[in-house]
C-alpha cells in the first residue's frame, strides 16, 4: 500500500511536493516538520471517535478508541506539507506511525484552504472494517473514558489533546466537546469502586 500511495504521488509531477491531511493527532503530534501548514476543509468525510483501538489507547481487555475520517459530512484539519525531496524518505516514518497495521484506506482528499485548494493524502476508515466501533451509547463512551488505557496513555488523554489541539488551530469540533463533556459529567466513583476498577494497559 505505501508503495502504491508512493506511485500515486509521483504521478503528480516531478517535482510535486506531499501534502498529508491531518484530522487529529497529526494536528498536535505530526512528529516530522511540516514545511508548511495550512487550515484545511475536506468534503465528504468527518473526524469521529469510533475506532477500536487495543494497544495505543486500550488493551484487548478493554479496548479504546482513536479518531477515523470517514466517509459523510464535512472535517476541518490541517493540510501539512512535506517538500518533494524529503518524501522518499519521510514515507516510511509516517507508514509506521499511521499504517502499522493496514487498518486505514489511504485516499487522496481535495482540501479547501485559504491559499486555494489542493489534494492531500488522508488515512481514512472504511465502515466495513472490523476496527469501525459502529454507534456507542453515551455508558459506553463513558466507561471507556473512565477505563481504558493503552501504551501511549488513556482514550481520555487522547481525546482532550486533540480538542485541545484542534483549538490551538482556531478548529472547534462541537462534536468532540460534547463526547468529552460525558466525561466531565461522569458522578465520581466511590474509594472502593476505584479500588476494584480493572486497570487497562
Partial sequence: MMADTLAQWRSLGPRADLWVFGYASLVWRPEFLAA???????????????????????????PGLVFALMAGGSCTGMALRVPHAQVEALMPRLWAREMPNPVYDPKWLRCETAQGPLHALAFTLSRHSPNFTGALSEARYR??????????????????????????????????????????DAPPRSAAARVAAPRGG
Fill in 36 to 62: 508548511e501548514q495550512r487550515l484545511a476543509r475536506v468534503h465528504g468525510h468527518h473526524r469521529c471517535l469510533q475506532m477500536w483501538s487495543r494497544v495505543n489507547r486500550g488493551t484487548p481487555e478493554r
Fill in 143 to 184: 466507561d471507556i473514558f473512565a477505563h481504558s488505557h493503552g501504551r501511549y496513555g488513556s482514550t481520555l488523554d487522547y481525546a482532550r489533546q486533540t480538542l485541545h489541539g484542534l483549538r490551538a488551530h482556531g478548529i472547534e469540533d462541537r462534536a468532540l466537546a460534547r463526547l468529552l463533556k460525558i466525561a466531565d
